[in-house]
T-cell receptor, first 112, second 114 residues
Framework: RKEVEQDPGPFNVPEGATVAFNCTYS??????FFWYRQDCRKEPKLLMS???SGNEDGRFTAQLNRASQYISLLIRDSKLSDSATYLC?????????????FGGGTRVLVKP | DAGITQSPRYKITETGRQVTLMCHQT?????MFWYRQDLGHGLRLIYY???????DKGEVPDGYVVSRSKTENFPLTLESATRSQTSVYFC?????????????FGSGTRLTVV
């Protein structure tokens, strides 16, 4: 089983609609959680951290469910520019320093 | 310019050759990382470094060597390139070891081994 699993999609979303997708992680000791965005043939970029109580950043809302070991990302009022692959990332702090583990990504295509 | 830069952007090499991918950051971040990204596998950690002269293996270290004699540089060497090492390689750096600030990635090196 992969440490971080995501539905690869693609999620085809009409412009202006809401889309949500989840990511599950296997290690219950995971301590930090993030969503990264990756555009085609570009480097991943941090979209937002995910906090225990859930958090918003503009049209983006992230939630963490530790009991069920998943995080979610919701995008409201989707824009064409939201088309990208969204990477779920978890961090497990170890003695030698933390490392981020990336999911395979969920592809989102926003269409006019 | 400040940031994290990788070179070369594109590289084609032959099987069996040694090739070095360069990574340079100007923030004096302690942590640096090398990932490879392949279809079906996502990003996988090859090696990371917590500081100059401190390196450790990641998930897929076989066939790779790293060094970090200076904080700002973290080169990745493929000792004898194989076709399975054809991939996109990303270098990243982090301000702290606690990942609270996430990682900043370089633009990547697309390596093709023929």
């Amino acid at each position: 089983r992969k440490e971080v699993e995501q539905d690869p999609g693609p999620f085809n979303v009409p412009e202006g609609a809401t889309v949500a997708f989840n990511c599950t992680y296997s290690n219950s000791a995971s301590q930090s959680f993030f969503w990264y965005r990756q555009d085609c043939r570009k480097e991943p970029k941090l979209l937002m951290s995910v906090y225990s109580s859930g958090n918003e950043d503009g049209r983006f809302t992230a939630q963490l469910n530790r009991a069920s070991q998943y995080i979610s990302l919701l995008i409201r009022d989707s824009k064409l520019s939201d088309s990208a692959t969204y990477l779920c990332v978890v961090s497990l702090i170890k003695a030698a320093g933390n490392k981020l583990t990336f999911g395979g990504g969920t592809r989102v295509l926003v269409k006019p | 310019d400040a940031g994290i830069t990788q070179s070369p952007r594109y590289k084609i090499t032959e099987t069996g050759r040694q090739v070095t991918l360069m990574c340079h950051q100007t923030w004096s971040h302690s942590y640096m990382f090398w990932y490879r990204q392949d279809l079906g596998h996502g990003l996988r950690l090859i090696y990371y470094s917590a500081a100059a002269d401190i390196t450790d293996k990641g998930e897929v270290p076989d066939g790779y060597v790293v060094s970090r004699s200076k904080t700002e540089n973290f080169p990745l060497t493929l000792e004898s390139a194989t076709r399975s090492q054809t991939s996109v390689y990303f270098c990243a750096s982090s301000e702290s070891g606690w990942a609270n600030y996430g990682y900043t990635f370089g633009s990547g090196t697309r390596l093709t081994v023929v």
